[in-house]
């Protein structure tokens, strides 16, 4: 063992027993399988920290890998706040950032042009799109959104077209021709997937010998958080980069396992030690993150799923605040409730960025940014809708892309036409034909021939010299302002501000802010020396569109300001904050309908357990009762993952003031402060307007908490007669079991799961249900 130096002492020092044990252990391969919050990731950054300071490791030879960019960041400026000497050589970074890394090092080998760009995954279902057409297959029957994923799932089991036996099953027969022509196009345009990223790099690295000596070589310490969610292809890479010598340190939780939609394997867990020889394990069951309540919370969620490799989190820490559960009428009063109980917290108590607000779906965080937006209160989205996906900016990018890579023919297509320049869908379908039958880019079809476009022939020159005269001008500027003339002379600004309207504003604002963005790509004059084992610096614009493709919303707001965190449950993998807010926990959209209804309800779980141990100090679950979902109005149930919190560490919580509000009006429609009274409307109705109206008059006193009534949780003896499990028949909504009473006297409210309308909450005094 080696003797620790002062300066050594306090690593350690802060580390218990068999987190200490896993840190300083001698270089052997180790999964740490531990819970959430226990400490996997202080661990993996303190061993980086060990290795460098005790083990005098060189940064160069370790390569640290994680899911999300935004815990790649902060995996790199723990272990900078660890040791004293600079870490710029050690690779820290994403598996998608690290495969990139390496292809842009060794472009040629992969098979790649130099500036080879990034097909982001909306892109990716257009050329689908596309492909489908081309082999004149039905796309009623060809959904480019099915066989995207179908494509990328194949890459992610290292599976090339030319792989597939051809055993004379026509459905199979045509998903292999469509991957395969979509193959040829992408490599046509240079455009990498990201599903092509990983994939390439494994290839690259598994075929050829010097590569892979090379990276043998230089990598002797390979450390992965989040393993449960390394897919095949990601597990194999690792195998091929360790080879014989190459020592692994994995850390790891079964029940955070969240991606195998997208191809995950937890066994990858178990077949560790397999393959890497004299594998030990450690297991960490203390918590230091969440409070007790949040801890009894996550227990009993998670004890509800079979099949887990089996652990108890405790903590020595106080029980804390119970978890407040609060019922929203739609999405709005919910994103109005976040936003108010964001407000209290900022008395003095905690900056913005310590609170994140967690969503099931990229989609919600609209209602939210509006909400906060209203509010002046900043925030920035991780994940989910991004920035660099919105339109506008697609369309700035395209032409961006275009300027850096002619035959990128994705860009030409959303280029050529956007603003619109007057060559209409049959001249671009021409063209596309003109490009198959010389097999050559839509780029090298318009320049040379394109006679057979008559009318459009012209508007198509001007185009491409529109290109050209902008390649030309763009070339000795900066970033930035080449952005500022490309939105300027292609007429894109002109074409949004004609829009006119809120959106168009905001369309015309996200265009100033992409100038913007570009800028921190300009070369910089720095006093540091060159680092001979950086990868070469791409010109700006290359890592500019690289950079667009690969990170996720970085627009809101401004770097290193203090704001709100949003993002999808999915995007929070990994991370903590002191509050967190888990909106829409409803059936349907919590768990997910699609995923609940594909027998994915423990993974769905899983992820409510990754929301909830993201909290440090205080939880705020929501739910609404009504939700405009992909348009339609849905009244979904509370999500039954709340019921299978215990009951005692849940309060639910009231809005500041008693109000009404009329069923259907919009937001602005009613205000705040607008006091009592039944003006709700429909009461008697006994149909939606009734649950509205159970929620629509409330007396509480500002803020107040109220223990979720028993009842809710499961009193078995409910008012007027009724019990649970009882039948029931409703004039409307038909048969129906009871689930749940909640409240008292006239307000008692029942929650009855009908047989053909699905489960509702009902006001009991209107909802005249008949005993059966
Ligand atoms: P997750 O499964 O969510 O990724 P994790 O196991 O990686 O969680 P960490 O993020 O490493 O957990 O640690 C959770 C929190 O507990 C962090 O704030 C960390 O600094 C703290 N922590 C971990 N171990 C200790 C310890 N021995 N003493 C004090 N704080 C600790
Ligand atoms: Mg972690």
Redesign the pocket.
């Known amino acids: 063992m080696l003797e620790l130096s002062s300066n050594l002492s306090p690593l350690v020092a ?3 027993p068999a ?1 200490r044990e896993a840190v300083t252990a001698p270089p052997e391969h180790r999964l740490v399988l ?12 303190h061993r980086v920290a060990w290795l460098i300071a005790a083990e005098g490791v060189s940064p160069m030879s370790i390569l640290a890998v994680t899911f999300t960019n935004k815990a790649a960041a902060e995996m790199r400026a723990r272990i900078e706040q660890l040791v004293d000497v600079p870490i710029r050589a050690m690779w820290v970074g994403t598996f998608h950032g690290v495969a990139h890394r390496m292809l842009r090092m060794h472009w040629k080998e992969a098979g790649l042009p130099q500036n080879f760009q990034i097909l982001d995954a909306d892109d990716q279902v257009r050329l689908v799109k596309r492909i489908i057409k081309n082999l004149e297959l039905p796309d009623d029957q060809w959904p480019a959104k099915t066989v995207a994923g179908w494509i990328s799932a194949q890459k992610e089991e290292a599976r090339r077209p030319q792989h597939f036996a051809d055993e004379g099953d026509y459905t199979q027969r045509q998903f292999v021709r469509i991957y395969s022509a979509y193959q040829a196009q992408c490599d046509r345009q240079g455009v990498v997937d990201f599903a092509e990223l990983l994939l390439r790099a494994y290839e690259l690295t598994r075929d050829h010998a010097d590569i892979q000596a090379h990276y043998r070589r230089r990598f002797r310490h390979i450390l992965v ?2 393993f449960q969610d390394t897919n095949k292809l990601q597990y194999d890479w690792l195998r091929v980069i360790a080879g014989r010598d190459g020592v692994l340190f994995a ?1 790891g ?1 079964d029940d ?1 396992s969240i991606y195998s939609w997208r191809g995950a394997r937890v066994d990858n867990m178990l077949r560790l030690a397999q393959d890497f020889r004299g594998l030990e394990v450690v297991r ?1 069951e ?4 969440s409070t007790g309540n949040i801890l009894a919370a996550a227990n009993g969620l998670i004890a509800k799923n079979a099949g887990r490799l089996g652990k108890e989190l405790w903590t020595d820490g106080s029980d804390g605040e119970p978890i407040q559960l609060y019922a929203a009428f739609n999405e709005y009063d919910e994103a109005d409730f976040v936003v108010a109980r964001i407000k209290e917290h900022l008395d003095g108590r905690c900056a913005l960025s310590e609170i994140a607000v967690l969503y099931r779906m990229g989609a919600q965080s609209r209602v939210l940014e509006e909400a906060l937006i209203r509010a002046r209160l900043p925030y920035r989205i991780y994940g989910g809708l991004r920035f660099f996906e919105r339109q506008e900016i697609k369309d700035a990018l395209a032409y961006l892309r275009l300027l850096h890579n002619r035959h990128d023919d994705t860009s030409f297509e959303r280029a050529v036409n956007t603003p619109p320049r007057g060559i209409g869908a049959t001249s671009v379908e021409k063209l596309r034909q003109l490009a198959r039958d010389k097999d050559v880019s839509l780029w090298t079809a318009a320049t040379q021939g394109a006679g057979p476009l008559g009318r459009s022939a012209a508007a198509l020159q001007q185009f491409t010299g529109l290109i050209e005269s902008l390649a030309s001008e763009t070339k000795a500027v900066a970033l930035s302002r080449a952005t500022e003339r490309v939105i300027e002379r292609s007429g894109l600004r002109e074409h949004y501000r004609k829009e006119k309207g809120e959106q168009a504003e905001a369309r015309l604002e996200n265009l100033d802010e992409l100038i913007s963005a570009t800028r921190s790509f300009e070369p910089r004059v720095t006093n540091e020396p060159p680092d001979e084992n950086e990868s070469p610096r791409a010109d700006p614009l290359t890592e500019f569109l690289t950079h667009a493709a690969l990170e996720a919303g970085e627009a809101q707001a401004g770097p290193g300001e203090d704001c709100v965190q949003l993002m999808t449950l999915h995007a929070a ?4 904050f002191p509050v967190v807010f888990m909106v829409g926990m409803e059936n349907g959209l919590f768990p997910h309908a699609r995923s609940a209804g594909e027998g994915n309800l423990e993974e769905e779980r899983r992820l409510c357990y ?1 929301g909830i ?2 909290a ?1 100090k205080q939880l705020y679950m929501s739910y609404a009762e009504m939700r405009r979902m992909h348009g339609v109005e849905q009244n979904n149930a509370p999500s039954m993952f709340l019921r299978e919190i215990p009951p005692e560490v849940i309060v639910e919580t009231r809005p500041r003031a008693s109000l009404t509000r009329p069923a259907f009006a919009p937001r602005s429609a009613y205000g705040r402060e607008h006091s009592a009274g039944f003006s709700g409307g429909g009461w008697d109705r006994g149909d939606v307007n009734e649950r509205r109206g159970a929620y629509g008059a409330r007396h509480e006193p500002p803020l107040t908490r109220q223990p979720v009534s028993p009842s809710m949780m499961g009193k078995s003896e409910g008012p007027a007669g009724l019990r649970l499990g009882q039948s029931v028949r409703h004039e409307k909504f038909g048969e129906g079991t009871v689930l749940a009473f909640d409240g008292d006297g006239e307000r008692t409210r029942i929650e009855v799961r009908f047989k053909n309308a699905g489960t509702k909450w009902l006001m009991l005094s209107f909802a005249r249900l008949e005993a059966l």
């Open positions: 802060s580390l218990n987190q531990a819970g959430a919050g226990s400490g996997k990731t202080r661990v993996l950054t958080d989040e850390v939780d955070q960490l203390q918590n230091y993150r993998k990994g991370l903590e990754v141990t993201r440090r």
